[in-house]
């Protein structure tokens, strides 16, 4: 039954429209099985899954095609549209 749910969440992380999506699925599975190996348990795969695909959306919408990354005057890194 686990490979089962593994298998159906990969599978909808590929089938993703967006870049966006496609890396926070992506980032869900992989910090899931992360998380579950680490721990041994499902509360850790929950966790793993939760900021692989937090981490994974951020990324995503990091290199969507149209933003770059800036730099402000007190050296943090943000993105915005293109200019």
């Known amino acids: 039954m686990k490979k089962a749910v593994i298998f159906a969440v990969m599978g909808l992380a590929l089938a993703s429209c967006t870049q966006t999506e496609k ?3 992506g980032g869900a599975v992989i910090g899931a099985l992360a998380g579950g190996a680490i721990t041994g ?3 850790g795969a929950a966790v793993g899954g ?3 695909g937090a981490t994974g959306y951020l990324i995503g919408r990091a290199s969507e095609p149209g933003y770059c990354y800036y ?3 007190y050296g943090q890194r943000y993105t915005a549209r293109c200019r």
């Open 71 to 73: 730099r402000d005057q």
């Open 41 to 43: 348990n499902v509360r």
């Open 23 to 25: 890396t926070t699925g």
């Open 50 to 52: 939760l900021i692989g």
